[in-house]
């Protein structure tokens, strides 16, 4: 297997580090990236304990000039990137009522424009290549509205667009292939940030919501124990995406998520079919 030059953004803790520290495992030229430097020193001691290599680079998806001097770093020590894993994003639970438009705004820049903006900048590279792959890290979200996260789930049904879109007429044409990853839930992952933001914008409000609330809060305790998966978990199937040679368009990461997205992907699991039925439609043979 040849080695691949591998960016990765949100490494800083959770899916973002675990994928990065998989990789590296395998023996890719990782690029783990994050916002803030300052939480570097989590990834750097894991990395040392497992005695794998990586380089940590300072990259704000929110921030195109940060971008542009990540991927102009690597591309003058590399010359190429081979792959991008879109893993920087963040949870959210809130009505539509009760939602801040800062907060609506904040979450599609996060997890929908943070990964246009990077392709946008990466992909000159991939298509002159005529190879490369973009993994984009969605969620059963992506796929199935739930009860709380209409704002979360628009960015990721985005997200979802953003990437079969891009995989009918740049993969045939370019070389360049897209993924979809959907996990079902990452440990607590979600639940905390979700948790954290309701706090910093007025705490649980006092209103006809609270209950309805009150029950989706205490549901999705209930199903951590059964529908959430580890980090490393979830990073093992990213990185096998990584590595295949015809990787899926889209790809749950557990039975549990595969399960609650049955109705919507039983016909084509994969993506594939779809993909070409739409390059034939709209592009011909």
Same mark, same amino acid.
């Given at each position: 297997?040849?080695?691949?030059? $591998?960016?990765?953004?949100? %490494?800083?803790?959770?899916? !973002? ?11 890719? +030229?990782?690029? *783990?990236?994050? @916002? #803030?430097?300052? +939480? ?8 040392? !304990?497992?005695? $794998? ?7 704000? $998806? ?9 991927? &102009? #770093?690597?591309? !003058?020590?590399? !010359?190429?990137? &081979? ?6 994003? %963040?949870?959210?639970?809130?009505? %539509? ?18 990964? =246009? @903006?990077?392709?946008?900048? =990466? ?29 979360? /789930? ?15 007429? =740049? ?9 979809? =990853? ?52 979830? *990073?093992?199937?990213?990185?096998? /995406? ?7 368009? @889209?790809?749950? %990461?557990? +039975?549990?998520?595969? #399960?609650? /997205?049955?109705?919507?992907?039983? *016909? ?18």
């Amino acid at each position: 297997m040849k080695a691949k030059v $591998v960016l990765v953004t949100g %490494t800083s803790s959770g899916l !973002g580090a675990s994928v990065a520290l998989q990789a590296a495992k395998r023996g890719h +030229k990782v690029y *783990a990236t994050m @916002r #803030d430097l300052g +939480k570097k020193e989590g990834l750097e001691a894991a990395a040392n !304990g497992a005695k $794998v290599q990586l380089s940590i680079l300072a990259l704000d $998806v929110q921030n195109m000039k940060s971008i542009e001097t990540a991927v &102009d #770093d690597i591309i !003058g020590r590399e !010359g190429r990137i &081979d792959a991008v894993v879109n893993n920087a994003g %963040t949870g959210y639970a809130r009505s %539509t009522e009760q939602a801040p438009l800062e907060d609506v705004s904040w979450i599609m820049d996060v997890n929908f424009m943070g990964a =246009v @903006r990077m392709t946008k900048v =990466v992909i000159p590279y991939m298509r002159k290549a005529r190879s490369g792959h973009f993994i984009n890290i969605s969620s059963v979200g992506g796929l199935v509205g739930q009860p709380f996260n209409e704002i979360y /789930c628009a960015s990721k049904f985005a997200l979802e667009g953003f990437t079969e879109a891009l995989a009918s007429y =740049v993969q045939p044409h370019f070389g360049v292939k897209f993924t979809a =990853v959907e996990p079902g839930g990452i440990s607590s992952e979600f639940f905390n940030s979700a948790l954290k933001r309701i706090s910093e914008t007025g705490g649980l409000l006092q209103d006809e919501y609270l209950p309805i609330l009150e029950k989706y809060m205490a549901k999705s305790r209930e199903r951590g124990q059964t529908a959430f998966q580890t980090p490393d978990q979830v *990073a093992a199937v990213v990185v096998k /995406c990584l590595e295949a040679k015809d990787p899926p368009l @889209r790809i749950r %990461t557990s +039975k549990w998520a595969n #399960d609650l /997205c049955r109705l919507k992907t039983y *016909a084509d699991p994969d993506g594939k079919k779809l993909q070409r039925k739409v390059i034939d439609m709209f592009l011909g043979r």
